[in-house]
């Protein structure tokens, strides 16, 4: 009898363990279940096609090709990615290009992804960086929808470069500088110390500034290109983007204050898109009355932004206040039927300044193209813009140029960085010009 009992008790012991056992597995399998499958290396990883908005074959899981054209090929390769990216879709979107779920498995068959992405507006963005470094990116305000995704340098990955080590042409080109890169912002972040002057000088409509070139701080000065120009108002200081007029801005607003409106305008957040987190931008909060509070103020300093986020906030301001998180994935269905496999990427929002501190800056911006940048460029089009030029220390300064086009049937919100471009306008405004009209093109 005591055997019987002994082994019984052993019996539940062990039915215990495997009860353990099956229900741990069970947990990792619905947790992890879809990064088993689609982890590299694994018969199913990628084993979808990923197609641009117009029908474009980007990648085919199932011959592991890539696009036809090699210009296509160079200009999505960040976007699509193959074995040397993490933040790409082949990575992020592995379970969803196997078709993987808990209940049937991949029993169902692969699946294929249609971006938002035009490939041929890509194709338009690479081409007019000429061989600089940098990001262009436009998205739908309304929706999150990207048309245009581009990070340079990149290559061919039906013929990746033997000389990618070393070669100072590919510094950096395995990172996706549009996600996860950040630059000093420049001139652009002055429209969020603008923000937090309409907010905070409740005088602002008062305020002039006398521009000579160079504002003297304690025993540093800060520096403006040339002379602005005698008694000019804040839209005036805008729109020539002038140094001494921010800095001293930004030494009456504080580093708290300014610290506070750059967490508010998403610049020091991480957003996901599509499964890829962004990287966080950068505020320190200076000494008041230090040139270095009047230098963060202007977009020097220790400022760093995001590409993704600065044309986020680009969005946000164009919709008056509502900033739409990006998005990639227009649809995904079964391959070879028409049977929608899943939804589009949901809509997701966040809030930037109050509507009418936005409805001021976007006045201030549409000025800036008007009066400053040049509006023939950009032919009929509404377009609402900073320029920044970000010195870096060494070589020529960054060249940014963001904004969005103020026009319900045209809502576009766009990115351009030019590494080491030059000038902000000149060089990055051209870019936006040429990526802009072609998507407004009917």
């Known amino acids: 009898m005591k055997r019987l009992r002994r082994r019984t008790l052993i019996s539940v012991l062990l039915a215990m363990v495997l009860a353990v056992g099956v229900a741990f597995f069970c947990i990792k399998l619905v947790r992890n279940g879809d990064d088993w499958v689609g982890f590299f290396g694994t018969k199913y990883y990628s084993s979808g096609a990923i197609y641009d908005a117009n029908g474009t074959v980007l990648y085919d899981g199932q011959t592991k090709t890539y696009a036809e054209n090699a210009k296509t090929r160079i200009a999505t390769l960040h976007l699509v990615g193959d074995e040397n990216f993490g933040t790409s879709l082949r990575s992020v979107l592995a379970s969803r290009l196997t078709g993987y779920n808990f209940v049937t498995g ?84 002055k429209l969020v110390t603008t923000a937090a002057a309409i907010e905070q000088k409740k005088d602002l409509s008062e305020f002039r500034y006398s521009c000579t070139g160079k504002l003297q701080v304690g025993d540093d000065v800060i520096t403006c290109p040339y002379a602005h120009g005698q008694n000019m108002d804040i839209d005036q200081c805008l729109a020539c983007s002038c140094n001494g007029a921010y800095a001293t801005l930004a030494m009456e607003l504080g580093g708290n204050t300014l610290q506070k409106y750059t967490k508010q305008a998403g610049l020091l957040d991480s957003h996901k898109v599509c499964g890829i987190h962004t990287a966080k931008g ?131 919100a766009f990115v351009v960085l030019v590494e080491h471009g030059g000038g902000g306008a000149k060089v990055a405004g051209s870019i936006a010009a040429k990526v802009l009209l072609q998507a407004t093109a009917e």
């Open 106 to 189: 991949t029993s169902l068959g692969s699946h294929d992804v249609t971006l938002t992405v035009d490939a041929s507006l890509n194709e338009t963005a690479y081409a007019a960086l000429n061989g600089h470094k940098g990001v262009v990116a436009v998205y739908d305000y309304t929706t999150g929808a990207v048309k245009c995704l581009v990070s340079a340098p990149s290559y061919d990955p039906n013929n990746p470069p033997s000389n990618i080590d070393g070669n100072p042409a590919y510094d950096g080109v395995y990172l996706n500088r549009f996600f996860s890169g950040t630059f000093p912002p420049g001139s652009t972040f």
């Open 282 to 412: 950068s505020f320190e909060v200076e000494p008041d009355g230090s040139a270095h509070l009047g230098w963060s103020g202007v977009g020097q300093d220790k400022d760093l932004a995001n590409p993704c986020a600065l044309m986020t906030l680009m969005g946000g301001i164009a919709s008056e206040g509502e900033a739409v998180v990006p998005k990639l994935v227009a649809k995904e269905s079964v391959t070879g039927t028409a049977l929608p496999a899943a939804f589009p990427d949901g809509k997701e929002t966040y809030s930037v300044f109050s509507q009418s501190t936005c409805q001021r800056l976007k006045a201030m911006m549409r000025n800036n193209v008007t009066s400053q940048y040049g509006q023939s460029q950009f032919g009929d089009l509404a377009v609402c813009a900073k320029s920044g030029t970000a010195e870096v220390g060494s070589g020529e300064p960054h060249a940014w140029f963001t904004g969005f086009i103020d026009d319900p049937d045209h809502p576009l």
